[in-house]
């Protein structure tokens, strides 16, 4: 009886277990990721934020993605290695040529067009080439253009897309590269093709808009987030919003709508962008606003994700996570909240703004599967200013540049080169020569000799290696990256400069704190003309500067690269047609990498005397007084696409300078000599 008695309720124990396992399985599903099947691409969860979600499950807990072989469309294969020839790359460099179009070309095409042929990269012959590169047509999807002549099976090809209407007959790609708007997890080929952001219709080819961030740290009333919304808009939710579910719809504390697709940013902390395709656009347009994108299991692969850290900028969650998500974007520290909106406007300014800086981003991914152990090292592609302004060409050690020794918690060390520009009637500056080696941090004096009277047989003597170089009779020819130049720090002169030897010793002590700007002692000043409705520059003596001469100017030997190999030949020839407008070209450069003013140190009286006579277009100069170079600046601000120049009110002076105490208690006393 006792017996019988066990096994019933033995039966029932186990009829129960089994009725709550059979209940309760379904519900864990919903919750924990199954495994992944063989074969099956599994699309997330990827953390990229192993922050984020800390409190609420270890990222071990959860399966990750393996390493999944790249899959061609139509289910081919091909990989950097097997469809890409690089041994057609002479020398490692990347020359590439464009089909030309077949039929009409839209406005969209035009801009490509342009942001290649202005690329260092362009050729116009096919056989000079090692990436052919075919456009996808502005056609109705479903129509192909022709398959070109040297096809050859797509290798060595690049099928290049803004938008993702690519031809839809995969069998015509073959061996060719993609770069695609918006490509889909299981069809992009990590490694091969590359994810390009989807840029609006009206996106601009160069300048671009700025970032929308003016305060880095969260506002009090701001709101916590905005809610990509499917027609386009967003909607914005307070910070006491406690649940929000993805379907645009919060709870409670519904903030103001906005539903006009692209006419206002969003005003918010975080952006929650559903992983949908159509949803593309809206993180291009969180990126923009500084408003760090939360991206909810997407589908489509995150721009430029081969070179971009998307962790310093971007959060990635598994959308069934909804509440826990919540709770950690509201919780997230406000320095870790601060780190990411500024990457966001980094990377907006970086590679995302313009139609020009896509397609040169696009070349540079592709330049550095060429260049593989020289290619760009993360840090440069995911740090101010940009793999786009570090050129590898240059170096690929940060430490050479002149960008990232605050970050590093370094200065540059060594000695400055003079650099001393001679043109007609070509006479060695003796004086200025001898001030040059009587510096403590001179190293060498280097004459650029660029006048047809040919130089002096016999130099004189000095306390450091005085050189003359044969340089060209043109004045852009001042910039050039001479190999003589062993020191970081150039100190620019011409044969016309006036500089004692202590001038020279401040100015360099100043600029080692400053590396990556320029430091003068003669300044200009650009203003806006309401009268014209254009730019001009002065060299008035004011309150305000933002342009140093580079007559007499320190700064590091990297600037010679960027302007042989990164500035445009349009403007080269401006300057060389207008020797005026090689300084304003120099501080145009480095303002537009640095995003800062130069830096004004103090000089003697007698420079005065010996300073250019007033800049074009400065208000002082009455009509008939100027010159043909007028137009400099204007020409210049289209060919970068905006005013890069900054203004500054700021000189820095040794401590006792001018200070009523013994001369004999100064470290630089010729400074205040008149």
Known sequence: MQSWRRKSLWLALSASWLLVLLGVFPLLRLAVPSRPRAGTPQGWPRWLDAELLQSFSQPAEFPEDGPQPPRAPGGGSCTWEACFDASKCRGGGLKVFVYPATGPVSETRRRILASIEGSRYHTFSAAEACLLLLLSPDTPAGQCTPVPLQWDGGRNHLVLGLHPALCPRPFQLGQAMVAQARPTVDTFRAGFDVALPLLPEAHPLRGGAPG???????????????????????????????????????????????????????????????????DALHFLQALQAGCIPVLLSPRWELPFS??????????????????????????????????????????????FSTVEKVIHTTLEIIQDRISGASAHPSLLWNSPPGALLALPTFSTSPSDFPFYHLQQGSRPLGKFSALIWVEAPGQLPMKLIQAMAGSQHCAQILVLWSSEKPPPPRLPETAVPLTVIDGPRKVSGRFFPYSAINTDAILSLDAHSSLSTSEVDFAFVVWQSFPERMVGFLTWNHFWDEARGSWGYTAERANEFSMVLTSAAFYHRYYHTLFTHSLPKALWTLADEAPTCVDVLMNFLVAAVTKLPPIKVPHATRHRETSPPLAPGGPGLRQEQQPATQDCINQMVAGFGHMPLVSSRLRLDPVLFKDPVSVLRKKYRSLEKP
């Open 212 to 278: 929308q961030l003016r305060q880095h740290s969260p506002h009090p009333g701001m709101a916590l987030l905005a809610l990509a919304e499917e027609r386009g808009g967003w909607h914005t939710a307070g910070t006491n919003s406690s649940a929000c579910p993805w379907d645009g719809r919060c709870e409670q504390d519904h903030g103001p709508k906005q539903t006009h697709p692209g006419a206002t940013l969003p005003n918010a902390t975080f952006c929650l962008i559903p992983g949908r395709s159509s």
């Open 306 to 351: 081969e070179v971009i850290d998307w962790t310093k900028a971007a959060i990635v969650a598994d959308e069934r996570l909804s509440l826990q998500v919540l709770t950690a974007l509201q919780e997230m520290p406000l320095t870790r909240v601060l780190a990411l909106r500024q990457q966001t406007q980094f990377l907006w300014d970086a590679y």
